[in-house]
């Protein structure tokens, strides 16, 4: 096996293999070459030198030179994935020469990822690959744009300069596990081309970063099973399995990574971290609460799909700061309380409750939620539009509740409407340019199920234009269910005000495989 470390500049230049020997690589030797060495192979790319990490991340990222980037050839435009890592596909397309953004140059041609048609490399061979993906100068210029475009979207931040947890944990993470790079890879390649109405960053390059990214993942779950772990390893499951999801809602709303979420609860159960987790385990519970109320998301179609024990839930919500509201919204009291109502649920459909129980726990739990008051310590309260999110997921929560209990209930009930206009008033509160209305995906769509006039469904989708400019990424899957369930409202016979559940429309037509919808 050739030694360790980045392929000497000559050698990219060339789009070839090096045999990375030292001080010059014998390849250009034997073919007469300048080999013009190695790169400095440490400097740190983004911004996550700030915060607790800081001192770890100084020294974890390989350098890239723009001077020795490899330039595209003339006429021809990116390569093709699968294609030989040698040299470049005949046939290249200008997709990533096409892409801009205000914040970065635009991305170059460069040699095609390797072929996954071999086996999986071990350890040492993985800690080359990863160096050789640092040094890429597209991987630098996708990094950017997640650190820069990315990041601050994914939280609300209490004033601007503050440390955002998704840069001082992730990117770091992200530089020695080669696994949630390619994740983080492939979500800003899909993000970067639905901004710019790019198919091949969208469903070639993201496509092929998100296999790569499930194909480690899938063999550090397997060594966590045997309890190989250690503390990054665990944390980059952790939120590896987050990036996942994410990418899965910035494509198209529906989760095909939503069982890798088992697999993290098993890590949980391998390590007993409810017994072990405490304040000193910052980033572990950041990740895992944000995992747990993504794995409530997704029950609210099929109660069945919850993972998350009440007991990590608890953990997670009394050990979290202020970071699991400015990231989810939901205030995390009403996550606990939210996360009995759909273990209830998940009890009766699996015939482990009987109905009359049932019943009285989920009246039980709707009376929490009607009786909650915001407590100012244990919300965010710097923005007076907070209490107006808080207010939203409690009506959101009451509603699903209330569906729960009676699903055929017409929407017309009173107690159905009261919170679609709850709902709505709160949001009525939040501009159009305030961060903060991209926390309410969730209580949005819960009103725009039971929303019956048209001016009020008018306003759902005018609010989900907000969003979408704001984020810069659409909630088309909401938006579609939405439709949906409208459409079928409207084609009932005139005196017909039996209820059309959205959840109808999570499953297959002609089959009852559901489907794992993120709503948020």
């Known amino acids: 096996m050739p030694p360790g470390g980045p392929a000497c500049i000559t050698c990219r230049e060339k789009c070839r293999k090096c045999d990375r020997t030292k001080p010059v690589c014998q390849r250009c030797i034997t073919k007469g070459l300048e080999c013009k060495g190695y790169p400095d192979k440490f400097r740190f790319a983004g911004v996550a030198s700030r915060g607790k990490w800081k001192n770890r991340v100084v020294s974890a990222v390989p350098a890239v030179s723009h001077d020795h980037a490899i330039p595209a050839q003339p006429g021809s435009g990116s390569y093709h994935p699968d294609a030989s890592h040698i040299g470049f596909d005949q046939q290249q397309r200008s997709a990533l020469t096409s892409c801009k953004d205000q914040n970065t140059e ?42 820069q475009i990315i990041c601050p979207h994914q939280i609300a931040l209490p004033a601007a300069g503050a440390d955002n947890p998704y840069q001082v944990y992730v990117l770091p993470l992200a530089y020695e596990q080669i696994g949630l790079l390619y994740a983080v890879l492939g979500l800003t390649a899909c993000h970067m081309g639905i901004r710019k109405d790019d198919v091949y960053l969208r469903e070639t390059l993201a496509v092929e970063y998100r296999v790569r990214a499930i194909r480690c993942l899938g063999e550090t779950l397997q060594n966590g099973v045997s309890g190989e772990l250690d503390e990054n390893q665990r944390d980059g499951i952790f939120v590896t399995i987050q990036i996942l999801l994410l990418q899965d809602i910035f494509e198209s709303g529906i989760s095909t990574h939503g069982v890798h979420i088992t697999g993290a609860l098993s890590i949980c159960n391998q390590l007993r971290l409810c017994d072990t987790l405490s304040k000193e385990n910052e980033r572990t519970i950041f990740f895992l609460g944000n995992l747990a109320w993504l794995d409530i998301i997704r029950s609210l179609a099929d109660p069945q799909r919850l993972c998350f024990s ?173 439709k949906s369930v409208w459409d079928g409202r409207g084609r009932q016979a005139k005196h017909d005000s039996s209820n059309i559940p959205w959840v109808w429309f999570t499953r297959d037509l002609g089959s009852e495989r559901q489907h794992d919808y993120l709503i948020i």
């Open 106 to 147: 635009p991305l170059p041609i460069i040699e095609p990822l390797p072929i996954l048609d071999h086996p999986w490399p071990q350890p040492e061979g993985r800690a080359v690959e990863l160096d050789d993906l640092l040094m890429l100068e597209r991987t630098e210029l996708l990094l950017t744009h997640y650190d």
């Open 310 to 482: 009440p007991e990590l839930r608890e953990a997670v919500a009394t050990l979290s700061d202020l970071k699991f509201e400015r990231v989810n919204g939901c205030p995390r009291e009403m996550f606990l309380i939210m996360g009995n109502v759909m273990e209830h649920a998940k009890a009766h459909a699996t015939g482990k409750i009987e109905t009359p129980e049932y019943e009285r726990l989920l009246h039980a739990c709707r009376y929490e939620f009607y009786s909650w008051r915001l407590k100012t310590d244990s919300y965010p309260n710097d923005d007076p539009r907070w209490p107006a999110v808080a207010e939203a997921f409690r009506h959101a929560c009451i509603l699903h509740t209330s569906r729960l209990l009676d699903v055929t209930q017409p929407a017309e009930a009173p107690i159905i409407q009261n919170s679609v206009t709850a709902i709505l008033d709160s949001l009525a509160e939040i501009p159009a340019d305030c961060h903060l209305i991209e926390l309410v995906v969730m209580p949005l769509f819960m009103a725009g199920a039971d929303a019956l006039s048209p001016h009020a469904r008018h306003y759902i989708l005018l609010r989900f234009d907000h969003i979408r400019a704001h984020g810069g990424i659409g909630n088309h899957m909401s938006i579609s269910l939405l």
